[in-house]
């Protein structure tokens, strides 16, 4: 049996988990934490993983490889669910970010140190447990996203979900899709029209890179 306390380290009590043969540990004990690529039950969902690039926030790239993401199978599931919805509407997801490594928390933490728009490394977020998506719609037949008032990782009110001096079609299409998301479980962030999670406990933290689950996933 894998020992589990010596692949764990501790951050302000917090249980982080960098060594892949633990997760494999907890994925045989409980499948349900498997971390699915999303392609690979989605094979028509578009990618634009921007912090495997340079237009992001921190204006660097934080991920080496742009090709995969990653959510827990209960996520990825209700992912499904929601694009089977926004097939009928001849619409898809468009992918920014998903599983997200705790040790780049902790590195967007150190520049905006604002919990309305970054995890607190002292929690955690649902990015590191693989619970939480960055995501928008496209129109299938153009590509092209709907439009929702501001762009990815708009740092302001306007991005807010609460947020309403916008047109009815902008409206129209932040209810689409936060109405999608939550009818399969997912929760909206208030302070981000993009950003949904489940809210399911027992989900440890991870600082496993990319290269890890993608080498090994089956």
């Given at each position: 049996?894998?020992c589990?306390?010596?692949?764990?380290?501790?951050?302000?009590?917090?249980?982080?988990?960098?060594?892949?043969?633990?997760?494999?540990?907890?994925?045989?004990?409980?499948?349900?934490?498997?971390?699915?690529?999303?392609?690979?039950?989605?094979?028509?969902?578009?990618?634009?993983?921007?912090?495997?690039?340079?237009?992001?926030?921190?204006?660097?790239?934080?991920?080496?490889?742009?090709?995969?993401?990653?959510?827990?199978?209960?996520?990825?599931?209700?992912?499904?669910?929601?694009?089977?919805?926004?097939?009928?509407?001849?619409?898809?997801?468009?992918?920014?970010?998903?599983?997200?490594?705790?040790?780049?928390t902790?590195?967007?933490?150190?520049?905006?140190?604002?919990?309305?728009?970054?995890?607190?490394?002292?929690?955690?977020s649902?990015?590191?447990?693989?619970?939480a998506?960055?995501?928008?719609?496209?129109?299938?037949?153009?590509?092209?996203?709907?439009?929702?008032?501001?762009?990815?990782?708009?740092?302001?009110?306007?991005?807010?979900?609460?947020?309403?001096?916008?047109?009815?079609?902008?409206?129209?299409?932040?209810?689409?899709?936060?109405?999608?998301?939550?009818?399969?479980?997912?929760?909206?962030?208030?302070?981000?029209?993009?950003?949904?999670?489940m809210?399911?406990?027992?989900?440890?933290?991870?600082?496993?890179?990319?290269?890890?689950?993608?080498?090994?996933?089956?």
């Open positions: 049996m894998t589990l306390p010596s692949s764990l380290f501790a951050q302000n009590d917090l249980k982080v988990i960098k060594n892949y043969s633990v997760y494999r540990h907890l994925v045989q004990t409980d499948s349900l934490k498997k971390m699915i690529e999303l392609k690979t039950i989605l094979p028509g969902i578009q990618y634009d993983l921007r912090y495997a690039t340079s237009d992001n926030f921190m204006h660097k790239q934080l991920y080496k490889n742009g090709s995969s993401t990653f959510l827990r199978l209960p996520a990825a599931r209700a992912l499904v669910k929601v694009q089977q919805e926004l097939d009928k509407k001849d619409l898809s997801l468009k992918i920014w970010d998903a599983y997200r490594p705790y040790s780049i902790v590195m967007m933490w150190n520049m905006i140190k604002d919990e309305r728009y970054v995890a607190d490394p002292k929690k955690g649902g990015h590191n447990r693989g619970l998506v960055d995501l928008t719609i496209i129109d299938k037949t153009t590509g092209v996203e709907l439009n929702m008032g501001t762009g990815f990782d708009s740092f302001s009110d306007t991005a807010h979900q609460d947020f309403r001096n916008l047109s009815p079609d902008i409206l129209r299409n932040r209810d689409l899709l936060r109405t999608s998301m939550e009818k399969y479980g997912f929760k909206a962030l208030e302070t981000e029209w993009w950003h949904f999670y809210d399911i406990p027992g989900y440890e933290l991870l600082d496993i890179p990319f290269e890890k689950f993608k080498k090994n996933f089956n």
